[in-house]
């Protein structure tokens, strides 16, 4: 009999699909799982932000504040900004917080809120302050997130990311020491409703420890047009757009029938740090 040679008609080695069409239905399937751990994990972050003490949230910020380099401290501005939010906590809010504040020397336009009420101010930031109702709205700004404890919910978004990363890529891999840097930073990306809420905590806490609302929107009138949205992180980012809060701000101001006066200048030996502070400010991320 002669032999005619014929494909199998089945073969469990072979595939009898497309390995590239294998792949991506397994790459999708991998994606979709991670995607759910992430939301899981998220509203478990929701969850149990509410439960957490200040007191451990310290505990969370000593490893931060320990990192810090004494040498980059700028003590002159630094007195006169804790002075400034120590008014605003205790005449205006009852937030169960101490504030302290860390005044880093830095061109960086930034500020960060860590765990426990550790705010650290660089003083790129008060480079582009004129007066000390602007200054003052900043920081009313990062205690309206603090009072709704966004920060702490930012930050386990965050863990929850970086741990995810670790997982999937290793502990040494580019993406997870990516995911560190910004965890380290706390880079927290707030949404909308959150911004907003934080805005109008500033409005209400400036209007009582002033009795009126100038300088309000100064800041964000200054961000030149080309740099907003987004260069500027979460204070000038696109939720809200740099312009959308600053009418948002002068509405709410309307409603509650807010007044405007002369703002206050800052104190002599503020001007001269800021004119003696070197290099040129660089924008950053603001959480």
Do not use: W
């Amino acid at each position: 009999m002669k032999y005619t040679p014929r494909q199998a008609e089945s073969n469990v080695n072979v595939t009898p699909t497309s390995p590239i069409r294998e792949f991506f239905v397994l790459m999708g399937g991998l994606l979709g799982i991670v995607i759910l751990i992430y939301i899981v994990l998220g509203l478990a972050v929701n969850l149990i932000v509410p439960h957490i003490s200040v007191d451990l949230e310290k505990k969370m910020a000593a490893p931060f504040i320990r990192s810090m380099n004494a040498q980059d401290a700028d003590t002159t501005c630094q007195h006169y900004v804790q002075a400034l939010i120590d008014d605003l906590q205790g005449r205006c809010t009852a937030l169960p917080y101490h504030f302290q504040v860390h005044v880093r020397k830095a061109p960086t336009i930034n500020a960060l809120a860590l765990p426990g009420g550790h705010i650290i101010v660089f003083t790129g930031l008060l480079d582009k302050v004129t007066s000390e109702n602007e200054l003052a709205f900043i920081l009313a700004h990062e205690m309206g997130h603090y009072a709704h404890r966004d920060h702490l919910r930012g930050l386990g978004r965050a863990v929850v990311f970086m741990t995810i990363s670790t997982f999937l890529f290793g502990p040494e891999s580019g993406v997870s020491r990516m995911v560190a840097r910004g965890l380290s930073m706390t880079e927290m990306s707030f949404s909308r409703s959150q911004e907003t809420q934080a805005d109008e905590f500033a409005l209400e806490t400036l209007n009582c420890a002033y009795g009126h609302v100038a300088g309000t929107t100064d800041f964000f009138e200054k961000i030149p047009r080309e740099q907003d949205p987004g260069r500027f992180g979460h204070y000038f980012a696109s939720h809200p757009e740099n312009r959308l809060r600053i009418s948002h701000l002068r509405d709410i101001s309307r409603d509650r029938g807010f007044k405007l006066a002369d703002r206050k200048p800052l104190p002599e030996a503020i001007k001269r740090s800021k004119d003696s502070t070197p290099g040129k400010p660089s924008p950053s991320a603001y959480p």
